[in-house]
């Protein structure tokens, strides 16, 4: 399964998420977290496609032998999106969250092949200037990332619709759950242009001394 819509449903077993950013399942340390975030995407060339189309979120578990279940899980700010049941995130996995329907062009566009995994499509949009995200357990549960990003001073100028997207330094050290994903000197722009979604960003090698 490497696309998943809304209406997509399936029998698992739900994993509670229970810290803020990186928890405790059944009695292992694992970790999820939003690793990139393209909320200021350029204008493009597809016809009909507003901006936002080219949004999206990356989440990342950061667990080398654990399986997430994200059954039930909720953004409630900044975007609204409830993962249906049958979606997961392996482990060292890397889930593309877009605001279109329209996977087939979102590939495209950014030349991801089904290795993958995209999910789709939440309601609403980034806004362009910044504002609070938060992922939840559910609707009224836990908080699991959350975090104000912004395009001012002290943020990464060329994820303020350049073409880049926002990365985050080190989505396996920073909990998101309190006030690090705030900060922006926890950001960098990502390396190339479209960012790197659905796979780490690798920064850029130091050149010549």
Request: aromatic residues 10%.
């Amino acid at each position: 399964m490497k696309d998943l819509l809304r209406s997509q449903s399936g029998k698992r077993v739900a994993i509670s998420l229970l810290m803020a950013a990186w928890m405790t399942l059944a009695g292992q340390a694992q970790s999820i977290g939003i690793a990139e975030l393209m909320f200021a995407p350029p204008a493009a060339s597809i016809t009909n496609w507003p901006t936002e189309s080219y949004e999206f979120i990356e989440l990342h578990n950061a667990s080398p032998s654990v399986t997430l279940d994200l059954a039930g899980v909720k953004f409630t700010q900044g975007i609204d999106y409830t993962f249906p049941l049958g979606a997961t995130l392996p482990p060292g996995g890397y889930l593309v969250l877009i605001g279109t329907a329209d996977i087939a062009a979102f590939r495209a566009y950014y030349g991801l092949d089904e290795s993958v995994t995209i999910v789709a499509a939440y309601s609403g949009a980034l806004d362009n200037a910044g504002e609070q995200v938060t992922l939840r357990t559910s609707a009224g549960g836990t908080d699991i990332v959350s975090f104000t990003y912004n395009d001012g001073r002290g943020w990464p100028q060329a994820a303020d619709g350049a073409g880049h997207s926002l990365v985050l330094l080190d989505p396996a050290l920073i909990p998101q759950g309190g006030s690090a994903g705030s900060y922006g000197g926890n950001w960098r722009a990502s390396t190339f242009v479209k960012g790197s979604p659905g796979r780490p960003d690798s920064p850029t090698p130091p050149g010549p001394v």
